[in-house]
């Protein structure tokens, strides 16, 4: 019923900056949250930043002060702003997003995952 498309991921040098976007394509829902997500080779997937409709935003301590996640719930689309990028930032960055679906006469909580962005970063 929602898709989500990324784009923006690429490669870079350490120190570089890279700016992730994320739409949900579809209609009939109402976005709680919107987040995003990363997994290096070998490693789990890890939460890196959530935000809120409320704009009550969240991060995982290795890219605070770093990252800023933000989002336009008017557009649907999420973006997360990386700045000051290590290669330990080397990952593949994926985009959720918890929604609210309406089927009438009620709705039904679900999340939505995107396809998967290769962020590299070069030291």
């Known amino acids: 019923q929602v898709q989500l498309v990324e784009s923006g991921g690429g490669l870079v040098q350490a120190g570089g900056s890279l700016r992730l976007s994320c739409a949900a394509i579809?209609?009939?829902?109402?976005?709680?949250?919107m987040s995003w997500y990363r997994q290096a080779p070998g490693k789990q997937r890890e939460l890196v930043a959530g935000?809120?409709?409320?704009?009550?935003?969240n991060y995982t301590d290795a890219v605070k002060g770093r990252f800023t996640i933000s989002g336009d719930n008017a557009k649907k689309t999420v973006y997360l702003q990386m700045n000051s990028l290590k290669f330990e930032d080397t990952a593949v960055y994926y985009c959720?997003?918890?929604?609210?679906?309406?089927?009438?006469?009620?709705?039904?909580?679900?999340?939505?995952w995107g396809q998967g962005t290769q962020v590299s970063v070069s030291s």
């Open positions: 935000i809120s409709s409320g704009g009550y935003t």
């Open positions: 959720k997003m918890d929604v609210l679906r309406w089927v009438a006469p009620r709705t039904f909580a679900e999340e939505y």
């Open positions: 579809g209609s009939l829902f109402d976005i709680r949250v």
